[in-house]
């Protein structure tokens, strides 16, 4: 049959709408959750990221500006130490990286934290993370007695593949892990090949609604699949536009559910909701983010910080993300 021949589109189309009726209405769809930095900041021994990059610039007595974004102000930095060291650029990038890597690796959760409130006590079994910390991790096996069973960290520079299981937990660093200093995602060159390898990943064989449906499965898996799997709630996460990874599978998601992309529309059950912090002082910012995500297939909810508490914030968020998953059974 010639590619593009309406009878083979035909075909495929019938046979999606066959696997579409044997899905259950209403039927259990798993739950995931993508945790950003916020869980850290709410305790007087975090280091923000915008410090990371602070205490770079100091060490090699360069110029910082926090009011450009992350990548930038890396790129920035970094830049300006190439520019008076002799050393090749790999070297140098290696040494920054150690430095941001090893900042990081001093943190440790305290027993009934918020990183054990939401990986011990909501029942998602996928835990993905932007940090490059382990606070997640050590927070849940401590809590639950776990050791590490199972883990892929063969990627030396991005982290498509990269999780470690521990007892029926799976925690994946999407962006790096201070353990591979190499992997840690921290400027535009990093986001934008990492981009690359995502597109090429969705856009290989099979389909994506052949992962939906699990008709066939790529060799090996992605932290990627989940989003169009699982329901994915978001949270302690800005989300700037600077993710541009993360922005990119969320509106690529989007595109493939609203053009109705090989039937999607009735065979993608998962949803993709993100928790948004409000204390009154970015309310025009965050209505404006709450109809771009909307746009996007993504609900959102504001969940007011009173008198600066983060942390009461996030138990409540915590306590809407059981109700949410209860509600989905």
Known sequence: VRRGDPRKAHEDARKLRRCADQLKEGEFVQSALLIGNGLNRCYKDSIP???????????????????????????SIANQ?????????????????????????????????LQELFTATIPAYHILTTNYDYMLEKAYMAYAKAKPSECDKSEKKYSLHRFEKCGDKTFYHIHGEAAKEKSLCLGYEHYAAYLAEMRKYLRASPA??????ETSLPDKRSWVDLFFTHDIYIL??????????????????????????????????????IFLTDDGTKREKLLYKQGLFHNLHVETELVSVHDGNYEEAYKIIAQKIRQGISVRE
């Not at 100091?58 to 990548?71: A, C, D, E, L």
């Not at 690529?252 to 609203?258: Q, T």
């Open 236 to 273: 302690a996460l800005t989300l700037d536009t600077n993710e541009i990874d993360l922005w990119w599978l969320l509106t690529y998601r989007a595109f493939l559910y609203y053009s109705n992309d090989a039937g999607l529309k009735s065979i993608m059950k998962n949803r993709v909701k």
């Open 49 to 75: 990221w915008d410090k990371l990059l602070e205490r770079v610039a100091q060490k090699y007595n360069v110029r910082f500006n926090r009011n450009n974004p992350f990548p930038l102000e890396f790129e």
């Open 208 to 213: 994506v609604s052949d992962r939906v449906l």
């Open 81 to 113: 130490i190439l520019n008076s060291d002799k050393r090749n650029a790999d070297e140098v990038y290696s040494e920054i990286k150690s430095s941001i890597a090893s900042m990081v690796s001093s943190q440790e959760p305290n027993r009934g934290s």
